[in-house]
């Protein structure tokens, strides 16, 4: 019986030497600032939690800041470039436009003028065709060729509608285009440029065509 008490005594004394050896191997590594004496005995001083130099450091606010501050710059040269992008195609559209017809806007004008008020997709849907041209012969601008083709026995002027959907089919760009006092039989064909960037890609729809 004596000798069973001394087992239990010895097992009660290791888990308190444990507990030390740990808390003094945690002081060495710098994760505690307290450990029991090395007496033997159960007195120990607090241990309190002390933060490295290493995490104290990434808590400063410094690396947030300069976080924001490199997305700031890069948010604004996307935009920047974003901003040139467009720039860029709207000017060639528009040296397109020029060197295929002198009378490009004129014929916009008119034909958006001629437009207001006609509800509906107009008288003259049937008379008017479109299809795409090669962007290597556009210098990448989007352009759709418009044929007008006057179906009656009487001269008559056209106004045409021309809407540039998104994948959603939402309207991202409209542009108008016309022929003027087109013979019976005749036929005309205009250009209409998309000045909206090469992506993403717009496709283009005969939205309304009247006849007047």
């Known amino acids: 019986m004596p000798s069973h008490r001394r087992i239990r ?3 009660a004394q290791a888990r308190p030497l444990t507990l030390l050896a740990l808390t003094c191997s945690l002081l060495a590594t710098g ?6 004496d090395d007496s033997g005995g159960s007195s120990a001083s607090t241990a309190t939690v002390a933060p490295s ?5 990434s808590f400063s606010g410094e690396l947030p800041s300069a976080i924001a501050s490199s997305a700031a710059s890069k948010i604004a040269s996307a935009r920047a470039s974003a901003s040139a992008a467009v720039s860029s195609v709207s ?3 528009s040296e397109f436009e020029a060197s295929v017809s002198a009378e490009f806007e004129r014929r916009s004008t008119a034909a958006k003028k001629a437009l207001q008020g006609v509800e509906g997709q107009g008288n003259a849907m049937s008379e008017v065709t479109m299809s795409g041209l090669a962007r290597a012969d556009t210098g990448g601008v989007l352009a759709v060729l418009v044929r007008i083709t006057n179906g009656t026995d009487s ?3 056209y106004a045409v509608r021309i809407d540039f959907e998104d994948a959603q089919h939402k309207v991202v760009e409209t542009r108008y285009t016309g022929a003027e006092d087109l013979a019976p039989g005749k036929r005309e064909q205009p250009i209409v440029f998309s000045h909206e960037p090469a992506e993403p890609r717009l496709t283009p ?3 309304q ?3 007047y």
Do not use: E, I, M, P
Request: proline share 0%.
């Open 205 to 207: 729809r005969l939205a």
């Open 9 to 11: 005594s010895r097992g």
């Open 53 to 57: 130099a290493r995490v104290s450091a």
């Open 91 to 93: 000017a060639r559209a």
């Open 31 to 36: 994760a505690l600032t307290g450990c029991s």
């Open 155 to 157: 001269k008559a002027s």
């Open 209 to 211: 065509a009247q006849r």
